[in-house]
């Protein structure tokens, strides 16, 4: 979509189309989809004659990265909700909608895909409307692809979106609203000027840090960088200072003149808080430091990666790292073995859990191998999401046994038509975080979607489940659950590894424990056959490569202890399958 | 360590049908060929650089009692003109039982022949059927009693166990009937499913699979079974009375060289191996042009190579090998130290053995993978 909007601007000629022109990474190409928020200039001419400035901000729609879309909408006056017309209204259409509602904004609502086959503008028009509120008939329906209703579009953006409501004789102030590290310019800063303006030679003032710097070059995006004056108020631009660490710059600071300081900042951000916590261990013991330094250098354009360095007897160093969701994990790592060409363990998904020990204190646990032993500790609180689930109403049934079975607490149900409803639950975060969204996927045929969002903290009874190989407790293994599923998690998860665990040269038992107390057991039984039956005169250069192929093809296996583990079996060990 | 016996294979590939498991170089319906065959591996016999005396032959397939027994004299004549054969040379010919008798063990006594070695396979009717194979379990008995009646005084039969549907029965029973035929050495294969065979087309179409828990349970047995009657393993695959090792599969174990005639015959030779080629056509083509046969060859083996290929081929005898500077690598290393917890290979009065032969794989994987760099010739073996 963005992409069609640039080119009917005239930002992008015809023939420099390539696909996606905003999602610059690779990942994002190969999966269609936005992680980083972008932002272009578009000058546009209305019908009535006028010429328009849009600054359009291009956000992810996955519910991890719902900050990035928190931050890009306090840039904005208008929000263009878009709609798939086949897939109709999906949970984070309705919490970016709502998002962009309490942020004040003009909220435009459109139906992209009407080309589809399958589209269905008016039932979709009718449910959008639902969310907020208008006239279904006036929404605007468009192909991105045959370019239908672009025109109609921006048009409704010109009329709707409020003009920039500033105050160009005030003290500068412009909100930081992104950044990320360029090598050969160091920092560079995505500012909205908000109040007065900036020029190029500045002396300006970060107003949270207190730092001074000047404004080395200032421009637009069209999408190419390109060095202006002066940025006035409204516009959307870049910033550079010659900073060369991302941590000096803040997103949500404002800026302002140096000597002419504004009063009270522009409303900032939370920082963005990891949900689910990961430990990545280099399969190369070797490799840690080069881990290291690709955390470093991916921090710099993902300032929501969070990592500290964790140290495991199964795997040994590495790093625990926490993630916006389960994406953002599946990208980071991803991104670590691409790009930094890293070979990575990731063990099983885990949140934070506040443990209240027996002197009072209280201390976060982000990792299940650092849980106080249980003489040490009061309890143990979780932390709680709402998910807001929408479904065709045939499902409500099996989502509710779904969210029952992870401990769900049932909430509202909000018809947004009548074959479409919105589930308003509370879940505990841990029972969300790794196969919740796939099982709610698999038993409503792919309908339902699943937005979330922190909700507090709850006191529950939970224990620590260890897993033991060949008698040896592996760290990385460790869980946390709820007392009352021990027994069923230890059952699933040592039958699963003895699945995933090939067979070796001797008897590997695996057992589930709870303290010393061995709640399960199963025993990967020793490998007896693995012999060419035949090898005379004429067998032996073949077999020769027969065999050499087979040590080299054999699969990425870690040791742990004695014991040979596929590196996925760290994570596939709490994967949904089909049983 | 180089033995100083040499060897030489001989391949006919003439078959009356195809067994669907085989995936050696093979033909059926080729008879009218045997002639023109048996000229052309003595045309190439004759062209070879003398070899020092040959301490064994070997003539296999395919199925080389399809060739008579006069032609088979022609083709020991001619390796004796060219090379000369050693005193008590062994002299091994591959049989099948369907069509085995008198007058042909006769034929190839006086053709010089002193062992024979039976594809009996199974002595369970319904197997033998199932493994494609022509004759019955009772024909095998006979042939082996035929071949001892006439003279022959080491005899040798092949079985194959875990067979999909095989039970322990039917193998227990096959084993007892083995070994009542009073057979000097046994050689018993686990079912291979070989790609690109009918057998590998049906297993991967769905057909069920050797177990191979069930092929070691088998194995197990056969080597109580056979151990209880005088035969004693030498090799993973190998049990004889003592005295009785092939002689020619043990020149290939223990490193030694050896000649190959016919076409998919391998040769190892001034430490390289070399191979004819493959199909019977074009051997035929290229020695009637007097053109060499040999499709490839490996690179001399030197060094580094020429242990690790000492480890590779030796360690699949029950003896093993002498330690050496290979084996050595290989108990320092991370692997060895893990086979030797394991209880899979063993090092006792300065040699190195595998102590559970169906594991032999794991081993020579690693032995494979061991880098002995910097170690010259004058080491190897030693």
């Known amino acids: 979509m963005a992409d069609r909007l640039l080119q009917r601007t005239g930002a992008v000629a015809d023939r420099d189309m390539k696909e996606q022109i905003l999602d610059s990474m690779d990942l994002e190409r190969e999966r269609g989809i936005t992680i980083k928020a972008q932002t272009v200039r578009l000058d546009y001419r209305g019908n009535d004659g006028q010429d328009y400035i849009l600054n359009l901000i291009d956000t992810p729609g996955h519910v991890d990265f719902s900050y990035e879309v928190s931050r890009s909408l306090a840039a904005c006056e208008g929000a263009l909700l878009l709609t798939d017309a086949a897939q109709g209204v999906q949970a984070q259409t309705l919490a970016n909608a709502y998002m962009a509602i309490d942020a004040g904004l003009e909220v435009i609502p459109a139906i992209n895909k009407i080309d589809l086959p399958a589209a269905d503008p008016e039932r979709v028009a009718e449910e959008m409307v639902n969310i907020i509120g208008g006239d279904p008939d006036a929404v605007v329906r468009l192909s991105a692809k045959t370019g239908e209703g672009v025109d109609e579009l921006l048009e409704e953006l010109v009329r709707l979106v409020p003009p920039p409501a500033g105050d160009l004789s005030a003290p500068l102030r412009a909100l930081i609203f992104d950044s990320y590290y360029d090598a050969y310019r160091g920092v560079v800063c995505h500012v909205k000027v908000v109040d007065g303006s900036l020029s190029a030679g500045q002396k300006i003032r970060f107003m949270a840090t207190g730092e001074n710097h000047e404004a080395t070059e200032i421009g637009v995006l069209t999408p190419g960088a390109k060095a202006l004056k002066t940025l006035g108020v409204g516009e959307v631009g870049y910033l550079i200072t010659g900073i060369k660490e991302i941590d000096r710059v803040r997103v949500g600071d404002t800026v302002t003149d140096a000597s002419v300081r504004a009063v009270e900042p522009l409303p900032g951000y939370d920082e963005p808080k990891p949900m689910v916590y990961s430990g990545l261990f280099p399969t190369d013991g070797a490799d840690f430091e080069k881990l290291r330094e690709a955390l470093e250098k991916l921090r710099l354009n993902d300032a929501s990666l969070v990592y500290e360095p964790e140290t495991s007897r199964a795997l040994g160093f590495g790093f625990r790292c926490g993630f916006l969701g389960l994406l953002h994990m599946e990208i980071v790592r991803e991104r670590l073995e691409r790009e930094y060409d890293l070979d990575l363990v990731a063990t099983a998904p885990s949140v934070a859990y506040q443990v209240t020990k027996t002197d009072g204190s209280v201390v976060e646990i982000k990792s299940p191998q650092d849980l106080p032993e249980p003489t040490d500790r009061q309890s143990i609180s979780e932390p709680y999401v709402r998910a807001m689930i929408l479904t065709p109403t045939e499902y409500v049934g099996p989502i509710m046994e779904l969210v029952t079975n992870r401990r769900g607490e049932v909430g509202n149900m909000n018809y947004l038509s009548s074959e479409r409803v919105e589930l308003d639950y509370k879940i505990p975060l841990g029972e969300v975080v790794f196969d919740f969204f796939d099982l709610l996927k698999s038993k409503t045929k792919g309908y339902a979607s699943l937005d979330y969002e922190p909700a507090g903290y709850r006191v529950a009874n939970l224990v620590k489940v260890d897993i033991l190989l060949n008698g040896q407790a592996v760290d990385a293994f460790s869980a946390v659950v709820h007392r009352d599923k021990a027994e069923d998690y230890g059952k699933t998860m040592t039958g699963r590894l003895r699945k995933l665990i090939p067979r070796q040269l001797f008897d590997v038992p695996i057992q589930a424990a709870i303290g010393g107390k061995i709640i399960s057991r199963e025993t990967v039984k020793a490998t007896r056959k693995d012999v060419t039956a035949k090898c005379y005169g004429g067998d032996i250069s073949r077999k020769k490569k027969l065999l050499q192929r087979q040590k080299e093809g054999k699969k990425r296996m870690k040791m742990v202890g004695s014991v040979e583990v596929p590196q996925e079996a760290f994570v596939a060990a709490l994967r949904v399958d089909d049983e | ?382």
């Open chain 2, 1 to 382: 360590m180089m033995s100083e016996r040499i060897g030489s294979y001989v391949h006919v590939p003439f078959c009356s049908a195809v067994c669907p498991y085989c995936d050696f170089a093979v033909v059926s319906g080729r008879d009218d060929q045997l002639g023109r065959y048996r000229d052309a591996v003595v045309n190439e016999i004759s062209r070879d650089d003398p070899w020092e005396s040959l301490e064994s032959v070997y003539i296999g397939g395919g199925t080389p009692s399809r060739m008579p027994p006069e032609m088979l004299g022609t083709i020991v004549s001619a390796l004796g003109d060219q090379h000369g054969l050693g005193e008590g040379a062994e002299i091994s010919l591959e049989a099948n039982p369907e069509d085995f008798d008198a007058a042909t063990a006769d034929g190839l006594l006086a053709s010089g022949f002193n062992r024979i070695s039976f594809g009996a396979q199974s002595f369970d009717n319904k197997i033998l059927l199932q493994l494609g194979r022509r004759h019955e379990a009772d024909q095998i008995g006979r042939s082996v009693a035929t071949a001892r009646a006439s003279g022959f005084e080491n005899i040798s039969i092949d079985l194959i166990y875990g067979t999909p549907g095989e039970t322990d029965q039917s193998w227990s029973s096959t084993l007892d009937r083995a070994i009542a035929t009073d057979p000097d050495h046994v050689s018993c294969y686990a079912l291979t499913v070989e790609p690109g065979t009918p057998l590998g087309r049906e297993v991967k179409a769905g057909a069920p699979a050797p177990d191979p828990d069930v092929q070691a349970d088998r194995f197990e047995a056969a080597d109580r079974r056979l151990s209880e009657a005088g035969l004693k393993r030498y090799e993973v695959s190998n049990w004889s009375r003592p005295g009785y090792e092939c002689v020619y599969n043990s020149t290939v174990w223990a490193q030694g060289e050896y000649a190959a005639y016919g076409n998919s015959a391998h040769r190892f030779r001034d430490r390289t191996r070399s191979r004819n080629l493959s199909r019977l056509d074009q051997y035929l083509g290229a020695i009637e042009e007097g053109e060499s046969a040999i499709a490839g060859s490996d690179s001399r083996l030197e060094g580094a190579e020429f242990e690790i290929d000492r480890l590779f081929v030796g360690l699949r005898r029950t003896i093993g090998v002498p330690t050496g500077p290979g084996g050595r690598s290989l108990l320092d290393s991370f692997d060895g130290q893990r086979l030797l917890a394991a209880g899979v290979i063993v090092e006792v009065d300065g040699w190195l053995r595998i102590d559970r032969p169906l594991m032999t794989d794991e081993v020579l994987r690693s032995v494979l993978a061991l880098d002995l760099a910097g170690l010259d010739d004058d080491d190897a073996g030693t």
